[in-house]
């Protein structure tokens, strides 16, 4: 049995290794197959200025839309409108946002990726066990998200399309509900020349 689990072990440390050292030549090589080809040159990314802070209230999704259907003349007329729970919750999560910028030039992150973590807190229902944190019902991540992505919008970012990383979760917790909130920018940065020694392993390595 112990040999069977060493083999199999093995097995997987090896071909680890081959899957790691043709991604290694792929991108040493730009994925071209000729490194002389490759125009663009390497870049790492690192992360830069960042601001956290909390907003308490319990956290609101935003929906497609609301709407409410009236007779007049005989036509029914559609409205849509936002719901007054939502509205507030967007209210606090600005005002919360402008607090915390106090000072300093808007938007924070006028441009470039950005990495933004939300983490929500819920009340527990009398109905979740008490051992149970996540929390697996409504409303749903990207809703939640949705709504306070847009209320950032112009405060901590130009537009949440900046977004490019994220990092999120809801639980249940005990304590009053609200979601905590952390933006940081990424910064692309071109990678140093490799010296000599790098350029003849990298060779070898290509070899």
């Known amino acids: 049995m112990q040999d069977n689990q060493r083999r199999a072990d ?10 790691g050292h043709t991604m290694f030549s792929l991108l040493a090589k730009g994925c071209s197959g000729d490194a002389s080809e490759r ?4 870049v790492s990314e690192r992360y830069g200025r960042s601001i956290s802070f909390t907003v308490y209230g319990e956290p609101q999704s ?40 106090e000072g300093m030039e808007r938007p924070l992150f006028p441009r470039g990726a950005v990495k933004l973590s939300l983490f929500f807190v ?8 008490k051992y149970q944190v996540s929390k697996f019902t409504k409303p749903d991540n990207d809703r939640l998200q949705c709504a306070v992505q847009d209320a950032l919008q112009g405060i901590i970012y130009t537009t949440d399309g900046q977004i490019a990383k994220w990092v999120g979760g809801k639980d249940w917790l005990p304590g009053p509900p609200h979601v905590f909130i952390d933006a940081t920018e990424i910064i692309a940065e071109k990678n140093p020349k490799p010296s000599n020694k790098a350029a003849v392993e990298l060779q070898e390595a290509r070899a």
Request: no cysteine.
């Open 122 to 129: 819920f009340p527990r229902p009398t109905t979740a066990r």
């Open 39 to 42: 125009k663009e040159k390497a």
């Open 62 to 101: 935003k929906r497609d839309g609301q709407s409410s259907v009236a007779v007049i003349n005989g036509r029914p007329i559609v409205h849509r409108f936002t719901p007054a729970k939502l509205r507030n919750w967007h209210d606090r999560v600005v005002d919360k946002a402008i607090e915390a910028t």
């Open 10 to 19: 093995l097995a997987f440390n090896s071909s680890r290794e081959t899957i």
